[in-house]
């Protein structure tokens, strides 16, 4: 059985061994990779199925129900190199995994939720990545594929299109005129509008836009909200990547 599949965790598994996570079309599968470890005839496989390689991954069909897959070959499609230069790209892409391995997507978007990782570990292995971007379009077009998607029409009280900054609480699912509603996640217009985009273009376009800075935050804020809200359970990848980004931040400005 061959098969084309994005890793997104692994773990050891004896000494010389490992289970790993793959994301495929047709949804997670787990193989197991015997000697990942230390012969150097291995040393392709253990590239090609490390995390975050994109391969073609062949195994044998299971003996039983209880026994796992086991790989017999690898070729490697897209190893995302130098994602692995970028400590907190890293972090991001293991908060990503987290998302698809902890909450079932509906078969039906596998395909997608493995073309949108894709192209955000594309964009997130190029030098000094937009990481709040990719975030907020990772976790709003994800958020859309688990069947959460918030309704950008217009003010659910006045109909107002496009008010100059408007609520938007998470809970509700849609938005208010700031003069309408006292409560959610306060934002200009822009910020709308990119959420907006994100959620209604077409999937080629998302990753292309330009976003005023104070849109920035209020963006960020309402894409990591809205999600966590949904799926309703925190994620520990995230927890290190802020971790990480404030200590960083601080050592920014020490120097
Ligand atoms: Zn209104």
């Known amino acids: 059985m061959t098969i084309k599949g994005l890793v997104l965790s692994q773990k050891n598994f004896g000494e010389n061994s490992k289970f790993i996570d793959i994301l495929t079309e047709q949804g997670i599968v787990e193989i197991l990779v015997k000697g990942s470890k230390t012969s150097s005839r291995m040393s392709k496989t253990s590239s090609a199925s490390q995390l975050f390689a994109y391969s073609e991954f062949e195994f044998s069909e299971r003996s039983s129900r209880n026994r796992p897959q086991i790989l017999t070959g690898v070729r490697p499609i897209c190893i995302f190199y130098d994602l692995r230069k970028n400590l907190s790209a890293v972090a ?3 908060y990503f995994s987290q998302i698809v391995l902890y909450s079932a997507l509906p078969e039906s978007t596998t395909p997608e939720a493995l073309r949108l990782f894709l192209n955000t570990l594309h964009f997130l292995s190029e030098p000094e990545p937009d990481e709040l971007l990719l975030k907020a379009i990772f976790e709003l077009r994800i958020a859309a594929l688990y069947g959460f998607q918030p309704d950008v029409v217009m003010c659910r009280k006045c109909g107002n299109y496009l008010p100059s900054s408007v609520r938007f609480p998470v809970e509700e699912g849609c938005f208010f005129c700031e003069s309408c509603h006292a ?9 709308l509008q990119a959420i907006r985009y994100i959620i209604l273009q ?5 990753f292309f836009f330009r976003l005023a800075e104070h849109c920035r935050k209020p963006l960020a804020d309402f894409a990591e909200q809205f999600l966590q809200y949904h799926l309703n359970r ?5 927890d290190y990547y802020k971790k990480l980004n404030i200590t ?3 050592f920014h400005e020490t120097i």
């Open 92 to 94: 991001l892409a293991s």
């Open 183 to 191: 409560e959610g996640i306060l934002m200009p217009s822009g910020a």
């Open 202 to 206: 077409d999937f080629e376009k998302i």
């Open 234 to 238: 925190k994620f520990p990848a995230l």
């Open 248 to 250: 960083q931040g601080e």
